[in-house]
C-alpha cells in the first residue's frame, strides 16, 4: 500500500486531514517527477502551490535528489534511492 502511495505520488495524508512535514513533501515531488514532469504537473500530484514548489526545488537540485532538463524536472538516481529508504523506513514504523 505504501509502496504504491510513493510510486503514485499520492500519499494517504493527503486524503486526511493530516498535515504534511517537509520529509513527506519532498517524497510527494519526487515520487510525481521520477518519469519527468513539469513545474503544473508536480503542484497538482503533490498537492502544492506554487509558491512552495519554488522553495523546494532548489533544496532537491542542490542535494542531487532532482534534475531539471529545461522545463522537466526528473527524479535522480540518488533521488530515487531517497525514496527507497523513505519507503523502508516508513514500512518499519507502521508496521
Do not use: H, Q, W
Not at 500500500?1 to 517537509?22: C, I, N, P, Q
Not at 508536480?42 to 532538463?69: Q, T
Amino acid at each position: 500500500m505504501l509502496k504504491e502511495a510513493v510510486k503514485d505520488g499520492v500519499r494517504e495524508s493527503l486524503k486526511g486531514k493530516e498535515r504534511r512535514g517537509r520529509v513527506e513533501i519532498m517524497v510527494d515531488i519526487l515520487s510525481v517527477a521520477r518519469g519527468g514532469a513539469r513545474k503544473t504537473e508536480i503542484v497538482y500530484k503533490a498537492n502544492l502551490n506554487f509558491a512552495r514548489l519554488e522553495r523546494y526545488i532548489p533544496f532537491l537540485e542542490e542535494r542531487g535528489l532532482m534534475a531539471n532538463s529545461g522545463s522537466v524536472y526528473k527524479t535522480t538516481k540518488k533521488g530515487e534511492e531517497f525514496l527507497s529508504g523513505y519507503e523502508k523506513m516508513a514500512e518499519l514504523l507502521l508496521t
